[in-house]
Structures are given as C-alpha cells and as structure tokens.
Nanobody
Framework: QVQVVESGGGSVQAGGSLGLSCEAS????????MGWYRQAPGNQRELVAI???????NYADSVKGRFTISRGNNKNTVYLQMSSLKPEDTAVYYC??????????????WGQGTVVTVSS
C-alpha cells in the first residue's frame, strides 16, 4: 500500500512565501507523476501544479510565475514553493501521487491535506 504525507503550510500575510513538502512511501515500483491540488471552501478541488517522472511540469494559470513544483532526489518527494501569495490562495492543499506498485498494479493516492491561509 502506498501513502503520501504532506508537511508545511500555515498562515502568512499577502505577499509572503510558504513551502509544502510531500513524501510517498510504501510499495512503490515507479511514480509517474506527483502533484498538488487545492480546495477552497465552497469550491471544487483544482489542480495547482503537477510534475512527471520526466520532470515535465504544468501549472494552473492562477499560480504561474509564483509557485514552483519540484521533485526530490529520491523521486518520492515533491515540493511546492509558493511566493507572492494572495488571499485567494487560501485553501486546503492536497498532495497526489500516481504510479505503479509493481509491473501491473497501479496506484493513485491522496494526502490528508494541509491548510494554507493567506491574510490581506
């Protein structure tokens, strides 16, 4: 079984910076992609940023130029560096990992979420 655990987050004033970390553990053969999603109260969960095993990245338009996603050296860790934060970035941020536990068994797992609050 695979799980991901997030860390980081917290409260910051507008214009500030925060970093999030997420580590996947368990029976992992390969991770195809790891990403960050967020859900604000009353809104649907949305993609923030994603990075593939080939280091390709994709960002939501709302965070381009402000957020940076990266993978750790062990490839089971993903980071999200957030800068120039805005009150509208306030949400619960979730880590997601997709890959294979072995040659045929795939997985997709979500973290428990970490709260980011940006005050004006």
């Amino acid at each position: 079984q695979v799980q991901v655990v997030e860390s980081g987050g917290g409260s910051v004033q507008a214009g500030g910076s925060l970093g999030l970390s997420c580590e996947a553990s368990g029976v992992i053969y390969t991770i195809n992609a790891m990403g960050w999603y967020r859900q604000a109260p009353g809104n649907q969960r949305e993609l923030v940023a994603i990075i593939t095993s080939g280091q390709s990245t994709n960002y939501a338009d709302s965070v381009k130029g402000r957020f940076t996603i990266s993978r750790g050296n062990n490839k089971n860790t993903v980071y999200l560096q957030m800068s120039s934060l805005k009150p509208e970035d306030t949400a619960v941020y979730y880590c997601n990992a997709r890959g294979y536990s072995n040659y045929v068994e795939s997985f997709e797992v979500w973290g428990q979420g970490t709260v980011v609050t940006v005050s004006s």
